[in-house]
């Protein structure tokens, strides 16, 4: 009898997961440290689009300012060790601190409205942050921050082979807890709230409170992503905290699947690597990748990553979005 045939798109994770793994091992061959700033960057989008995905693609929450929380992971380094305070530890709780006394707030804010004022509430509140950081001359202003000292673990201070790995890892369990949350009672509730939260609030869940922890908890991985980017470059800046930063993680989750659990990684990947290849192409390369990106969420709905959907999966769900239109024009016949 044969086994079950494994499915196409754990074998894709576990392929793109152990080339990202084997990095540290090529730079340390060719002596390349480049490839690891250049993949650890990749990585560290991935995450800030993977804390975005919990909120957008499974909330249906569409927030412009979720930069705002990669640069408070930025900035607690930066500015911590401006003062001397270089302990890796302290760094990332000053970060995940300062990202939870703002986010509840906002949040909470935010979550009182729908749509486009969801949206321009988020934005307005990272514009506020970015121009408040932007004020900021002791600590560089808008020509940011130069890291003196990266976060202090010991032996591994400095040790870009251990940041790298440490971001992985990161990734890594960020895609587990995640993949909890969703498949969870708390993801049921989060993922039928985006359909429709009257109905959810009608049979007694309150689901703004859902929403509320789901949007804390992505915004502390955003916060956690920027805390890796500051030890990857070295530098932080206002510009990590743009609402342009905002959008380029929106267009990573559409690109790679919005609501799925990989889409947000095959998204940072895809997106950078096509604006790279553009570069070297030509010095009107955003003229090119506009038009492209936008072709891409046109022509594949359920992203990169939907591209992989077993055919049987991608006829059920055609099925199912048809009866539930079929539906909808049913009932506002009758309601004629």
Request: glycine fraction near 12%; aromatic fraction near 12%; charged fraction near 10%.
């Amino acid at each position: 009898m044969m086994g079950k045939t494994p499915d196409r798109r754990v074998v894709v994770a576990t392929v793109i997961l152990a080339f990202l793994a084997l990095v540290p091992l090529y730079a340390w061959l060719a002596d390349d440290v480049y490839v690891l700033t250049y993949f650890g960057r990749m990585l560290a989008f991935a995450l800030a689009a993977l804390g975005l995905n919990l909120v957008l693609g499974y909330g249906g929450l569409a927030s412009l300012g979720h930069a705002m929380y990669v640069g408070f992971g930025a900035y607690a380094v930066g500015i911590l060790s401006s003062f001397g305070i270089v302990n890796g530890w302290l760094h990332l709780a000053v970060a995940l601190l300062a990202t939870l006394v703002i986010a509840v707030p906002v949040g909470w804010i935010a979550l009182r409205t729908h749509g486009m004022a969801f949206i321009m509430i988020t934005l307005a509140f990272a514009q506020l942050f970015f121009y408040m950081f932007v004020s900021l001359r002791p600590f560089g202003g808008d020509e940011g921050l130069s890291l003196t000292e990266l976060s202090d673990f010991g032996v591994l201070t400095g040790n870009k082979y251990a940041i790298y790995l440490s971001l992985f890892a990161a990734v890594v369990f960020t895609l587990w807890l995640v993949g909890r949350i969703v498949n969870s009672r708390f993801g049921l509730v989060l993922k039928a709230t985006r359909f429709n939260a009257r109905r959810v609030n009608a049979v007694g869940t309150a689901s703004r409170p859902y929403q509320l922890v789901a949007y804390v908890i992505s915004a502390q991985i955003c916060a956690v992503a920027g805390y890796f980017m500051a030890n990857l470059n070295g530098f932080v800046s206002p510009a990590m905290m743009s609402w342009l930063v905002s959008a380029e993680l929106m267009v990573m989750v559409l690109l790679g699947g919005m609501g799925t659990l990989f889409g947000p990684i095959a998204g940072a990947a895809g997106l950078l690597l096509i604006e790279d290849g553009l570069k070297m192409l030509t010095i009107h390369w955003p003229l090119i990748l506009g038009p492209l990106i936008l072709l891409f969420v046109l022509k594949m709905r359920q992203g990169l990553w939907g591209m992989l959907l077993p055919t049987e999966e991608k006829v059920e769900r055609e099925g199912k979005v048809k009866q539930a239109g079929k539906a909808k024009h049913q009932r506002g016949g009758a309601n004629g």
